[in-house]
């Protein structure tokens, strides 16, 4: 067998295992992604899990307490969420983590309303809101607020008044919604984790809320006048998603190319849990009843075969992938 006729075998080859792997790695997303989510599907509200096309639904914490607000831990085995269930009076609410099997759910804050956890990428710490806190609290006035995913060291983000704070995916800084001065409209901000760099993304007149950041590291989503809005990182070309108001909560797909997102009015009736696809705005219901209400979506795909977005892991895909293009 000549080079040339061996090169081109070990092409097609390349290219056959190429498509194979495309194949299994679509069914394997589809398989291993899952969406935490609340839901008073049951008669109270609690966290379930579902998988990334909907089906599959299971409820996570059983208590007469109201829970929502889930958080993904990265490896996927813990959710973080908000509850009322340590306060008679339920004006209180603190962050939670539980198993993702319902299993061993521990309070790790003690303020009176701690809310939006968010967990660094790499598993070890929990971004949150600490806005009321008990006369004498060490977090004083409180503000965005930064713990280890145990609960302990407990310490403001320096430069940081604002809400709903997220990650960024290579974990150096973080996103949030901030009105710098009492009065103005809320505008998204990102600044490094240590509380440098602070810079405001955007400009409108429009008041926002609940960044959150894709995984590739390039967009920002957003809701602004109740509506979901994505912008470039670096605070470039922003522009609106969707168009019924009122929506919230934008949650990104592991892949970066659609956000899942919480809608009360788009159908009539039901408060439910939609898709958008980033690139051409499409819009598809992920899961509506209008017997519950279904809220507060948080993403997440636990490994399996993909390209890293920081570039800094090339999984067998991603070899495959360049070596095929060298072929050609």
Do not use: C
């Not at 959710?79 to 759910?105: E, L, Y």
């Not at 209400?293 to 636990?302: A, E």
């Amino acid at each position: 067998m000549s080079f040339k006729t061996r090169r081109l075998f070990a092409a097609a080859l390349v290219m056959s295992l190429l498509i194979q792997m495309h194949t299994a790695e679509n069914g394997y997303a589809s398989r291993r992604t899952k969406i935490a989510f609340a839901s008073a599907h049951d008669g109270n509200l609690e966290i379930y899990v579902m998988d990334g096309d909907g089906s599959n639904l299971r409820r996570v914490t059983v208590n007469p307490a109201r829970d929502s607000l889930p958080a993904w831990s990265p490896d996927g085995k813990k959710i973080a969420f908000v509850s009322d269930r340590n306060n008679v009076n339920k004006d209180h609410k603190q962050i939670w983590v539980i198993d993702a099997d319902g299993k061993n759910p521990i309070r790790l804050t003690d303020g009176l309303v701690d809310t939006y956890p968010d967990w660094s990428p790499d598993g070890t710490k929990i971004l949150y809101d600490a806005h009321r806190l008990p006369e004498g609290h060490h977090l004083g006035h409180g503000g965005i607020a930064v713990m280890d995913a145990d609960g302990t060291n407990k310490r403001l983000v320096k430069n940081a008044r604002g809400l709903h704070p997220t990650w960024s995916p290579d974990g150096k800084r973080i996103t949030f919604s901030s009105g710098g001065n009492a009065g103005r409209v809320n505008q998204i901000h990102v600044m490094d984790v240590d509380g440098r760099n602070r810079t405001q993304l955007t400009h409108d007149p429009l008041h926002k809320r609940l960044p959150s950041w894709s995984h590739d590291g390039k967009h920002i989503a957003y809701v602004g006048d109740n509506v979901i809005w994505v912008v470039d990182s670096d605070g470039e070309n922003p522009r609106q998603l969707t168009w019924h108001v009122t929506e919230s909560h934008p949650t990104w797909s592991p892949d970066s190319e659609s956000i899942a997102f919480t809608s009360f009015h788009r159908d009539p009736g039901i408060i439910g849990i939609y898709t958008v696809d980033v690139i051409n705005g499409a819009v598809d219901v992920l899961l509506g009843d209008p017997d519950f209400v279904n809220f507060d979506p948080d993403w997440l795909y636990p490994g399996g075969l993909s390209v890293s977005p920081e570039g800094s892991r090339i999984t067998i895909w991603g070899r495959l992938k360049k070596y095929a293009s060298r072929l050609r």
